[in-house]
């Protein structure tokens, strides 16, 4: 009886042990996998409008899409506008070489 219990006790550590290094070997697949850059409207829109002069998409399938996008370049604006501008910081005087 007592063999049974080690050997059931040996599989149920065996199978946590590989659970554990199946869960660790996806959080490495999870943080390799490509970081996805966020397009700015104005790339997203010169994208379409590539696939526009390429015939892909229609001038009124256009023509929404960049209305849409027009609106969206114009809140980027404004926030960078509104974004307060760091001023640069005062430089010290020139030193001419003599110690104080």
Request: aromatic share 4%; glycine share 8%; proline share 8%.
């Amino acid at each position: 009886m007592e063999r049974i219990e080690l050997i059931l006790a040996s599989f149920g550590i065996v199978a946590v042990i590989l659970i554990g290094a199946g869960i660790i070997e996806l959080v490495k697949r999870w943080r390799k996998r490509p970081v996805q850059v966020k397009m700015t409207a104005s790339e997203q829109l010169a994208q379409f409008r590539e696939s526009f002069e390429k015939g892909q998409i229609s001038p009124e399938e256009f023509e929404r899409i960049r209305a849409l996008l027009n609106e969206r370049i114009r809140q980027e604006m404004e926030v960078v506008a509104a974004t307060p501008a760091i001023p640069p910081e005062p430089k010290s005087p020139p030193t001419n070489g003599q110690g104080g």
